[in-house]
Structure formats: C-alpha cells, structure tokens
C-alpha cells in the first residue's frame, strides 16, 4: 500500500511532467509559428483575380486565394473565347472588371513599417475590345495601363508600408475600364532596396544573363522573395557558367539573397578589351531619378592562375567606377541617376591592368517614383503607427 507520502511524491512527479509535456509543446509550436513566419509563401498574399467561387471555373491553386475578401464592388470575367488562351498562365484567364465606380481598391493586410514587393498582372484578352486606366498604391500613382501596352501587362514596385495594409486601387480615366488578373504581395524582411522609404520603386528591368536560350525566367521556388529574373541576351558577349554543387548561396556575403540560380552563370566579353553594354534607352526615359543594381559573381578566376578580375564600370555621363572582384563573393554595385544626369548606356569593361574579360551575372534597374503627396502622408501615417 502507498504511503501518504509516496502519493504526494507521484503528484509532484505527474505536474511536473504535465509542465515538461505542455513546455515541449509550447516551443515547437513557438518554433513553427517562427518557421512560418520567415517563409515568403505563407506571408505573400497571392490572389487569383476573377474566379467565382462555386462557377465551376475553379483553378486556384492552394497558394492563390480568391479575390473576394480583398475587394468589395467590381464583376468576375473569361478572356475573350477568341483569345488564344495557350499563350498565358492558368492564373491569368479570369480577371475583375470594374465597371462602376471612379476608384476600387484592393485592401491587402500588411505589416507596418515593412517593405513589400507589389506586383500586378494584367491579360487584356480583348476582354472589353477598349481599355485605359491608372494604377495606384493608396495615394501614390504608379502606372497607366492600356492595350497598347500588349495583351499582357505585368507592373511592380518595391513600397514601404507604415501601416497595416497596402492598397492597390485602379482609378478610371477618360477611356476604358479598369480590370486586374493577378495581384502578388511578397514580404521583404531585411530590404536592401531601401534606398528611399518615403517613394516608390518601380522595377524597369530585372534581367539575368548568361541562362541557357532554353529557361524563360527564374522565380519562385528558386528565389524566395517572389523575384522574377527574365533572361536577357547581350551583345559582344559568351556565356559561362558553374555547376550549382559548387555555390552556396547561403553566404553571409549573399546580402540581396540572390538565388543560387542567378550566381551561377553570367556572361562575360569576348575579348578582355570588349565591354558589356547596358542600353539604359530600352527601359528609360532621361529626366526620372533610377537605381541600378549590377550583381557580379565570379566563379572562373581562381581556375585561371589566381588572376584578379578587375573592371571599370562607365557611365555615359561620365561617371566611372574601379572595382575588383573577390573570387566566389557576390558583390553588387549600387547607383542612384539622378534625372538631371543623362545615361543612356553603361559599360562594364576590363581594367587596363587586368587579362580577364568584364563579366556581369545580373542586373536591375527601378525607377523612383516621385510622389509630391506623400511624403506628409507618410508622416502622418508614421505616427499614427507608433501612437
């Protein structure tokens, strides 16, 4: 028989294990809960724009919502059966169509003071036969689109959100009316592209050179911040490249988290007295202030003697820049035009002292969007959010 004493003992032992039991369970779930948080999937909000629910139309994906809670007024459409369907994605064959109304927004729940990448498709489809409209986040213009722009449209911004949600409004003009496809959120923790917190930065080009003819793009999965890096040719150049297995991406020198995808090739000129030449004209107009972000990744010259890969980058507007690169460092180059400094193309060539040829794995180009508005706006808004 147990003593009282012994029973009280088993007691002890039983909270205590009860306490262990439900701590375990507490930190895994705390854990979780933080593993969920740093995963860009789970934290983007993906909408699907235009399915109706119950249409038999269904084809979002469980990592696409559908639009309904996002947005009160417009009307679910199909592309135009006369369209040829084959030539876009699945999330882009249904769109909202805003028929009433001078302004209809998009409310998509955010994290204050937090940067987000923002990005809108467009599929016109001839759905309407007409369309112009204008694109804005909250106050802030950020792009008119209409068909002369192509039967596809895709816009996106970098913003800095300081409050608890984004909204993506689409405001009529004199013709057409406003639709959208597909609207993506994408949380960027950490940003380096904060360059100015107070506007907008709309990407002009996102391109990664030196990708086999056969890839289109890379994106998600394979860059984890919902980046889209489409791949671009370049005169006077050859493409090289290294095996994947031999590249950690996950280097503390990796601070734009590029994927292992965009450091492993690039594109280098064909002679070491070449260069590689970014047509700024092809994206750009002169009068707007830009940045360009021009990503090295050298992974050829430790196999070729120890040399050092050095390399002046020339601006058009006379502005030049020596660098040398570091052998398996990534190492990007950072410049803001200003739009009083005309540049219509930039060169990467070899330094005069150097045997290697200029080489370039990617590049980005975003222009800041002037916002005369926003800037008390965003004060406001700013406290508003500490109070």
């Not at 722009?149 to 004199?174: A, M, Q, W, Y």
């Not at 057409?176 to 950490?190: A, D, K, R, T, Y």
């Amino acid at each position: 028989m147990k003593t009282k004493a012994t029973q009280q003992w088993l007691l002890v032992l039983h909270v205590l294990a009860s306490f262990f039991f439900f701590f375990i369970l507490l930190t895994s779930s705390s854990s979780q809960e933080l593993a969920d948080s740093s995963d860009p999937v789970k934290n983007a909000t993906r909408i699907d724009c235009g399915v109706i629910k119950g249409s038999g139309d269904e084809k979002t994906p469980s990592d696409y919502q559908y639009d309904d809670g996002f947005v009160e007024h417009g009307k679910g459409l199909n592309l135009s059966s006369n369209y040829n369907k084959e030539e876009i994605g699945n999330q882009l064959r249904t769109l909202r169509s805003f028929p009433e109304g001078k302004r209809n927004c998009y409310r998509v729940p955010t994290e204050r003071n937090a940067y987000y990448l923002v990005r809108a498709f467009f599929a016109y489809g001839n759905y309407d036969s007409k369309t112009s409209f204008d694109l804005y986040i909250g106050v802030n213009y950020w792009a008119t689109i209409s068909k002369e722009d192509g039967d596809i449209v895709r816009h996106e911004v970098i913003h800095f959100s300081p409050t608890d949600d984004i909204n993506v409004c689409l405001v009529k003009t004199d013709d057409g009316i406003p639709f959208i496809s597909l609207l993506e959120v994408w949380p960027w923790q950490n940003s380096r592209y904060d360059q100015l917190a107070s506007s907008l930065l709309r990407l002009m080009s996102r391109s990664k050179l030196g990708m086999s003819e056969d890839d289109t793009y890379i994106r998600y999965p394979d860059d984890n911040y919902g980046r889209s890096w489409f791949n671009r040719k370049m005169d006077n150049s050859v493409r090289i490249s290294s095996s994947s297995a031999a590249i950690d991406s996950n280097t503390s020198d990796n601070v734009y988290d590029l994927p292992k995808e965009v450091l492993t090739s690039a594109v280098q000129s064909i002679h070491a007295s070449s260069s590689l030449v970014i047509h700024m004209d092809r994206c750009c107009n002169t009068g707007h202030d830009y940045y360009v972000y021009l990503h090295f990744y050298d992974f050829v010259s430790k196999s070729r003697n120890n040399q050092q890969r050095k390399m002046v980058i020339a601006f058009s507007d006379g502005v030049d820049v020596s660098f040398t690169l570091e052998y398996m460092k990534p190492t990007t180059l950072v410049r803001n035009i200003k739009g009083h400094d005309v540049v219509s193309n930039i060169s990467i060539r070899s330094a005069s002292d150097s045997q290697l040829p200029a080489m370039l794995n990617a590049y980005e180009i975003y222009r800041v969007l002037p916002q005369p508005l926003n800037r008390q706006l965003m004060k406001e808004m700013l406290l508003r959010s500490k109070t």
